[in-house]
Structures are given as structure tokens and as C-alpha cells.
């Protein structure tokens, strides 16, 4: 992803500096400044613009080894082409690569390629759209590029473009020179998930392939053509994992239902940790609680947390606790099935024993 910080002009700059609205968006332009001094970086092109450039020239995007910063909105007709009302001025994006000295040529260059990956996406344009401002007026522009400096030459900067990678965050700052570089990624063999995984040295089984689905927030997967090939997508762009670590509670093992043991069961449930269980109805189960934790009330919907836990153990998920879901919790935790709440309670105690390991919610 690109972050794109805008930073947009003002209407009188858009009438004074520019064609107004009515770009075809057909083309892209990346320029390069002409000014190698310090401190001449995207920040400082963007303020020159926004404060009405002296010269009678305007361009869409800034880019440097740190951001980059949007003036004008793509359908404006910036004056940077030099063609008049020709194509360049009136169906292109222009952005505007710094090359200050005290930037970092070649990350500008690469954060220049992904904004301009990003706006092809965008407006569904081909790479010969990408145009250099000497197409458009024979200037000499962009003139580092077009000349390899620091080795990298236009053709390099097309390739840079079409290897943009959709999970890397050009536009943010760059490690600093003594950091490592990112590693390259893994070559893969073959198309199929089960080819990847298995070059990646990954089990590729069924059951195997189940577990990392769940793990990349894909539900039901059955092996499918469509899902293997969404899920060999999810592993590719590397999708973060949501961590596996159960929450550990700390609770006494004292068999009392009381507001601890129902914070640790929201954690554990992931349903809002208040302590509190919300609408229940008075009942031999409700009135053996402890401390508070009950909120009794009618009428309502029943606890979002009770509603959880009834579907996570096969009860009827009304939101009310009863003999019924007591019942169903006791068969769960596999002690003595008579739907009844004691004072203290033998099923709260294996309850909160398996919140404390971390075991509870399966
Ligand atoms: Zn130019």
C-alpha cells in the first residue's frame, strides 16, 4: 500500500496553476525535480505548490525517500507536460520524484515506482502508458533516470513498477542504511497450494492446509478449487496471524461464580470483559452467584458473554442462564450432569481450573 499524505491546494491555486477538472487519466508522468539540494524534498515541493508557485507549472504528486504528498486531484489538468492542451497536460498524472541530497535516491525512486503501480491499478492503464515528460515536450526530463544515474535507468524504473509487491509500504520511511534489508522472498515451484507449500518445506496435507485457513480467517474450508486458491493468495501477500495464545486466567479455584470468573470467561470468550452478566431472569441457577456479577432484568436480550458460551457448548444460545445451559456445560466439562448450580459448584471449579490453563474454550 501506498500512503498517500494529501496535502491538497487550494481552489484559487487549482485556477490560477492549472486547467481545472477534466483529466481523461489516460497516462502516467514521472518526473524527476532537477533540484539535488538539501532539504529540496517532497514536503517543501508540496508547500511551493500550495502557496502558489511563482513558475506557471503545477504536477498531482511529490514523491521523496519518505512519503508521498498529493496537490492536485488526479482529474485536474496539471500543467507539468509542457504540451499545452495537448495529451500530456490534459490525460496524465504527473508526479514529481526528489532528488535531494540528502534523500535517498534509490527508495524515492522505488517509492515513485509504487505510486505509480498504484495508480495504474487504479485506472486500469498498461505500462505503455507510462510516459516520460520528453515524450510529451522533448525536455529532458526525467533526466536522471533517463541518464542511469546511480545506475538505475528508465527500463529499470519500468521493471521496479511491475515488481511492486502489494504487501511492501512504500510511502513510509525507510530503514536507515545500517538496517538489514529485507530478505527476498522464497521462490516458489508450481502454482498449485500444495506445490507451494511444499517448496516452502510447509506440510501441504488436508488437515495441515485446514489449520492455516482458520489461521488466515477463512471459515468452512473443504478443499476446494476456489478456496485453495484464495487461501494460496491469503499465504503469499502474508496476511498476519492472528496469535494463537489462549488467554491464561489466575483465578481461585474455589468453585464461586463470581465477577472474576466472568471476566475470565469474556476474555476467553472474546465478548466484551466487564464482569458483568447482563439481562439475566431470576432462576436457582442466576441466584447462586456470586458478588455481583448478575445483573438481573427482563424483557432483554440476555448476555452477549452467555450467548457465546452457549453456542461454544452446544446450548440453546438465548443469552439466559438456566438449568438448561448448566446441564449443557456440565456435559462439556464432563462432571456430574444434574443442571444445578451449587454454592459452591463443582462445574464452576473444573470451569475456572481450565481457564487458568488456558483450556477452557476449544
Ligand atoms: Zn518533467
Redesign the pocket.
Known sequence: MVNVIKQLVSQEVVNQRSYGKGNKIQYI?P????NMGIGANAQMHANLQSNLNSRQAS?HYQVDDRMVIQSFEDDVMCW???DGRGPGNTASI?I?MCINADGDYEQTINNGAALVKMLMDKYGLDRSRIK???DWSG?N???QLRAGYKGITWEDFLNKVDGVQEEENFGSPSPGPNQPKPKPKPVENGNSIVDYLNAQGIDSSFKNRAILAKQYGMNNYQGTAAQNIALLEKIKKGVPKKPQIAPKANLNVDGKWGKSTTRALQKALGTPVDGIISNQPKNSVTNAFYDGTIHFASGKQGSPMVKALQRMIGANPDGFMGPHTVRALQIYLGTVVDGVLSRPSLVVKEMQRRLNAGTFVK
Open positions: 508522468t518526473h524527476q525535480t532537477g504536477w507539468a507536460a509542457g504527473h514529481e516520460q515528460h520528453h525536455k526530463c526525467p533526466a
